[in-house]
């Protein structure tokens, strides 16, 4: 099966801290996003990863940053958090190609900014 | 006007069943399109692709009309575990995912 896993479950920070989440998959999949799901807007794409040291910004990049040195990790960096950066976040994995599309997630991270 | 609309729900209906939802996308270039189930507090996960002639996986069915592009859900026979939200996903030239539809079966 694959796992896609999540540094934290529950995180809460304070306006202008860095804060970094932490992805890793063990399927060797090339591909990895970063999502945000808040209510009543489903799941809006941050940023994606097609292959290491590669990124490509999603619909809502402002205020986030990411980092993929390794193949298992995708990492998503807020520079200096704020109170609408308040959130779940959600990471995903998949293959390339035909299956590009089927994303296996990890369980979220919730973050609350105060 | 969002580019995948779902009705939010929540539906609410006893064991046994038959429920159907639907999902709207705007863009007519859409090439595939997907439903995946999010339990309460999990993580979203892959129910099913949808295929132009429509497709069958058990007690759910879906199907697609290109011509009014929207896609639709339904599941026969409803089990209390079949409560949780349902999610559109329609792939252009990116994953786009609709707000999901909620759905709770009573006993």
């Known amino acids: 099966d694959v796992k896609v896993t999540q540094s934290s479950r529950y995180l809460v920070k304070r306006t202008g801290e860095k804060v970094f989440l932490e992805c890793v998959q063990d399927?060797?999949?090339?591909?990895m996003f970063w999502y945000r799901q808040d209510p009543g807007l489903g799941l809006r794409l941050i940023y994606f990863s097609y292959d290491v040291k590669m990124k490509e910004k999603g619909d809502i990049p402002e205020g986030y940053s990411v980092s993929r040195e390794k193949k298992e990790r995708f990492s998503l960096i807020l520079e200096s958090a704020s109170t609408n950066q308040t959130s779940m976040y959600l990471c995903?994995?998949?293959?390339?190609?035909?299956?590009?599309?089927?994303?296996?997630f990890g369980p979220g991270t919730r973050l609350t900014v105060t | 006007r969002k580019e995948v609309e779902q009705d939010p729900g929540p539906f609410n209906v006893p064991e046994g069943a038959t429920v159907a939802f639907n999902c709207t996308y705007s863009?007519?270039?859409?090439?595939?399109f997907f439903w995946y189930r999010q339990d309460c507090r999990k993580e979203p996960k892959l129910l099913m692709s949808?295929?132009?002639s429509g497709n069958e996986d058990g007690r759910f069915t879906a199907q697609l009309n290109r011509a009014s592009q929207y896609i639709s859900l339904l599941i026969r026979d409803s089990k209390l575990s079949d409560s949780a939200t349902y999610l559109c996903v329609v792939r252009g030239g990116k994953l786009i995912f609709g707000q999901g539809t909620e759905l709770s079966v009573k006993p």
């Open positions: 399927m060797d999949h090339e591909n």
């Open positions: 863009n007519s270039a859409s090439q595939s």
């Open positions: 995903a994995s998949s293959l390339r190609g035909l299956s590009l599309y089927e994303q296996y």
């Open positions: 949808v295929y132009s």
